[in-house]
């Protein structure tokens, strides 16, 4: 099988989809992809972000990532994206992001890729699941191939059972996530490779 190309790309505000974002990259490389790390551009204000200490640490502590571009999107087989929820939808950096593809989409340069994603919210009722079925009819419309975990380990019974991909309430990753997150990845890999053959 060919070596697929994965672009993780994810916004964060105080770190929690940063550390999935890390804890991704490393399962996909150990699964054998070749990985492009991306963050997506904040666009709150800046008087916004600095009034917030731990808004501008986390800024300033993903300042070596790079911002995520359309030359990411032609490049990669697969897309895993990472995003908070806010009012049970991806955070408005994320959907910036997004609506600038309407090129690459009406070029078909989005198609047949394989797609997958996690979030977070600060509750398990916060809209970590709206959140991601509402990115899946955006994916259903480039033509892409949605890779969910669904049931297909213990270890995403074991971190709250979301079939349609990782979620966590905001703060530290812990052991039984990492190994969900970790399976999620891993099987987007594999099928990723298979389709990139």
């Not at 996690?118 to 419309?141: R, W």
Request: aromatic residues 10%; proline residues 5%.
């Amino acid at each position: 099988m060919a070596q697929p190309k994965i672009a993780i790309i994810f916004y964060t505000t105080y770190g929690t989809n940063h550390a999935v974002a890390l804890e991704a990259q490393a399962a996909a490389e150990a699964a054998g992809a070749d990985v492009r790390l991306r963050r997506v551009p904040e666009t709150a204000p800046k008087e916004v972000v600095e009034s917030q200490d731990a808004w501008k640490a986390q800024l300033e502590k993903m300042s070596d990532i790079t911002e995520v571009s359309h030359d990411d999107m032609t490049w990669a087989d697969g897309y895993f994206f990472i995003t908070p929820t806010r009012y049970g939808n991806p955070a408005s950096q994320m959907r910036a992001f997004i609506d600038t593809l309407g090129p690459l989409w009406m070029e078909g340069k989005l198609a047949d890729k394989t797609v997958t994603m996690a979030t977070s919210a600060n509750t398990v009722h916060g809209g970590q699941e709206t959140t991601l079925l509402s990115q899946f009819i955006t994916f259903s419309h480039w033509g892409c191939i949605i890779v969910p975990p669904g049931y297909t380990d213990q270890s995403i019974f074991d971190a709250g059972g979301n079939p349609y991909g990782f979620s966590k309430s905001a703060g530290e990753l812990t052991d039984t996530e990492k190994k969900a997150l970790k399976h999620q990845t891993t099987r987007f890999v594999e099928k990723t490779a298979k389709l990139a053959s």
